[in-house]
């Protein structure tokens, strides 16, 4: 009686070790760390020796220089000298290098080659990056402007009604005819064209003209479509960075809250955020040269004066073929026949029809891909941190059509296959409706993190002692019992979110908390019945078989239905209620193994095969 089979005291041993092993790295702490990584190209094997000899021409020690994932980690004994090493190491580098401070585990390799890493901790823990963005609506305003400029001038085309020029002016639009007639009859028709725009009758440049205006409608709704589709290129963007339970909200009408807890390389990812990348594809202008223009600065009508990524000036059509927008997906590689970075794009139907039609009437004409991007700098003016927006355009890529293009086409003349990287991400995550302006970054430090953590700790380990002591005086030989099982319990907890990179956050803490409680409640149950199965005057073996097969009812039903509920909280929780609910559901599910199969078979190793006359409980 109460005796268990070999295997199940195996599998029991087996899950406590290999608990124990991954829930081991968590001890080990972090370095204060700085990061190095190349903006367009892996790290080249020689970078290691120049910053050493950067760091010791300035007297900074440090623990040593790593090399791996195309980037440098220099570990530092405290975080004093992590940063006194920033200043030389970025004036030395330059622009090219991202330099950012980070974090780093300083798990031990033999567990790092286990596959064993400590579990992430969240941004209240372990420190992060706080960004509020501010959106551009007048931009996004703008921008929807642009395209009704483009698509009116289409649409009159395919009517048939003559037009002498359409123009921006701020937030309107003036289409000029040669006369009235033509004027009223393209009233009639664009208005049920453009429903978004109100269109009227006005003297524009001294000819008859419409003057196009949004909508107050109109205009609530482009800003609420630009809010909506910045927070979902977020998102996009933050996937791709591989970050762990980030928070990414609205505030207000025009501001979105991005928290990045547990970042490895912050200035990548204020880079990858605050960026916004395009493309426009134009064809080359067969009128003017360019390198006049460029001299003289009098570019030929209807043209547009770009250069090329070696400098040289290119005069391409005003008139824009393609945009970014209609680009569905992007991936990089290399292009078969030169064997350089390309990326492939996938445009949707709109796009192709349009490539489609523009291709096919200048087969043989030279096309240009322009890449647009746009990046917050933080400049110091008067002693004030100004930021302001950096666009940049260039031509990367010039080629004659050799056929009529479709949906899917590629793209090269890039630098580098890391650059081939990164635009095919910017264009795969989305492009934003807007351009969006950090306005405030707050960075969590680690000194505030681990003070949560000491505060967070010492409530477990208080909670946790309390509980011991109440299980060792009142169920004796049983309370220690149930102790082992409870610490058994938070090492498997432990180990499980490391094996699946949970993050812990504060809430995180609670809920480990709260499930040694439920495990000592199971404990409870189990002695409690066993208590009363000698009070009947059962043996010592049956009442303790009773004991744990009674009770196993209701411990099961109290923990499905509390598992019920946090896997809701999981589903429809958000940033820190998940957190509490990822730490509930594993401690739920490790609490019955520790709590019925851990402590029963101790019980059967001190009480199973032989006469006992009492219990210790």
Same mark, same amino acid.
């Given at each position: ?420 990287? @990164? /635009? +095919? %991400? ?7 409706? $807007?351009? =969006?302006?950090? *306005? ?42 149930? @102790? /082992? +099982? %409870? ?7 432990? $180990?499980? =979110?490391?094996? *699946? ?44 078989? +009773? ?8 411990? $099961? ?61």
């Amino acid at each position: 009686m109460n005796r268990y089979p070999l295997w199940k005291y195996l599998l029991i041993v087996a899950v406590v070790v290999v608990g124990l092993l991954y829930a081991l790295p968590n001890l080990y702490g972090e370095d204060p760390a700085i990061q190095i990584s190349h903006r367009d190209t892996p790290v080249s094997d020689a970078l290691g020796a120049q910053l050493g000899s950067i760091l010791d021409k300035e007297h900074i020690r440090y623990k040593r220089i790593e090399h791996e994932n195309n980037t440098y980690l220099i570990r530092f004994y405290d975080t004093e000298e992590q940063l006194k090493a920033i200043d030389p190491l970025k004036s030395s580098l330059g622009n090219r290098y991202i330099v950012a401070v980070n974090l780093a585990p300083s798990t031990p390799k033999w567990l790092r080659d286990l596959g064993a890493q400590p579990m992430y901790l969240g941004l209240d823990l372990r420190g992060g990056v706080h960004f509020l963005l501010q959106i551009d609506m007048g931009a996004a305003v703008e921008q929807v402007l642009d395209r009704d400029e483009a698509g009116i001038r289409r649409y009159l085309m395919s009517k048939q009604i003559r037009y002498t020029e359409v123009s921006r002016n701020k937030e309107a639009l003036y289409i000029d005819f040669p006369n009235t007639v033509q004027r009223d009859k393209a009233q009639g028709v664009l208005g049920s064209e453009y429903s978004d725009l109100s269109f009227t009758p006005v003297q524009h440049a001294g000819m008859p003209a419409l003057a196009a205006h949004m909508s107050q409608a109109a205009l609530a709704q482009t800003q609420r479509y630009a809010m909506e589709q910045n927070i979902t290129t977020l998102r996009n963007r933050v996937n791709e960075l591989g970050v762990a339970e980030p928070v990414i909200q609205q505030q207000g009408k025009d501001r979105i809250v991005v928290e990045l807890p547990g970042v490895q390389d912050t200035a990548r990812a204020k880079d990858i955020l605050g960026a916004t990348a395009g493309l426009e594809f134009r064809l080359v202008s067969r009128q003017g040269d360019a390198a006049q223009a460029a001299s003289t600065g009098n570019v030929p009508p209807n043209t547009r004066l770009f250069h090329e990524r070696d400098g040289q000036p290119i005069l391409l059509q005003r008139h824009v073929i393609l945009t970014g927008d209609y680009v569905v997906n992007a991936a990089s590689g290399f292009a078969q026949q030169s064997n350089s970075p390309a990326v492939f794009i996938t445009l949707n139907a709109e796009g192709a029809h349009l490539m489609s039609d523009a291709t096919r009437n200048n087969v043989g004409r030279l096309m240009a891909v322009v890449y647009i991007e746009s990046k917050p700098v933080t400049e110091k003016i008067n002693g004030k941190s100004v930021v302001t927006h950096k666009k940049t355009e260039e031509v990367i890529n010039v080629a004659r059509i050799q056929e009529q293009l479709g949906k899917r086409f590629q793209i090269t003349g890039l630098d580098s296959p890391q650059q081939a990287r @990164n /635009l +095919a %991400l910017l264009l795969r995550a989305g492009s934003l409706a $807007a351009p =969006m302006t950090i *306005i405030e970054e707050r960075t969590v430090g680690p000194s505030l993190g681990k003070e949560n953590i000491q505060q967070g700790f010492n409530s477990a380990v208080i909670g946790f002692l309390l509980v011991v002591l109440f299980m060792a005086v009142y169920y004796r030989l049983f309370g220690l019992v149930a @102790n /082992l +099982a %409870l610490i058994a319990n938070v090492v498997l907890i432990v $180990a499980v =979110m490391s094996m *699946i990179q949970a993050t812990l956050t504060l809430p995180g803490i609670a809920g480990i908390t709260l499930t040694v409680g439920m495990a000592v409640d199971a404990n409870v149950l189990i002695f409690e019945r066993i208590r009363e199965e000698l009070r009947h005057g059962n043996t010592p073996q049956a009442s303790i078989h +009773a004991g744990y097969e009674r009770a196993f009812g209701t411990i $099961a039903d109290s923990n499905i239905t509390t598992l019920i509920a946090a896997l809701m909280l999981f589903a429809f929780g958000t940033g820190p209620v998940k957190g509490f609910a990822v730490t509930l559901s594993i401690g739920i599910v490790t609490s019955m193994f520790t709590a019925i199969m851990g402590t029963r078979a101790v019980v059967n190793l001190v009480y199973g095969r032989r006469r006992v006359k009492s219990l210790a409980i």
